[in-house]
């Protein structure tokens, strides 16, 4: 008999990534909470993004800080998918943790991740992120809004 809520190494068991692909992210915080309003947290992330780039543990295309989600887009270098989230989300959760003062959990423990297998998916996908907040109604302009990055001149 199948397990209602199947815990993330089940979800997991069969995937693999591997080191030069580019992946699409989305992480969630826990319990949806909108704690990406705090610049302070927002700022985290991203500069979490750009470490994790700058250290060529990906090359970090493209992503955007809703306020109760991340999306990102990258090319996998010296690690695996499981190892990069699990140092996105551990290093930025302590991080907004001390500098908000606050404890407990910042993201769900589960993410979303998916393949990109042409050029084209992956201008679609970049699209698709940096626009997040317009369809969100965040932005009138993707670039008007605060949390975003993208490798390419847009």
Known sequence: MFKSTPKQKSIRQGRSSENELF?????????????????????????????????????????????????????????????????????????????????GHVWQSQYYERGIRNEKSLMDLVK????????KGLADDFKDYAFWYCKYEI
């Not at 989305?26 to 979490?48: C, D, G, P």
């Not at 698709?128 to 369809?135: D, I, K």
């Open 23 to 103: 992946y699409f992210f989305t992480a969630v915080t826990h319990n949806r909470t909108k704690i990406f309003l705090n610049k302070n947290a927002a700022e985290i992330v991203l500069n979490t993004l750009k470490w994790l780039d700058q250290k060529e543990r990906i090359n970090l295309i493209a992503c955007v800080i809703m306020p109760d989600h991340l999306h990102f887009i990258a090319q996998l270098k010296e690690t695996s998918i499981p190892k990069l989230m699990h140092s996105l989300k551990s290093y930025s959760a302590n991080e907004i943790n001390n500098a908000l003062e606050r404890k």
């Open 128 to 135: 698709y992120c940096l626009e997040n907040p317009v369809r």
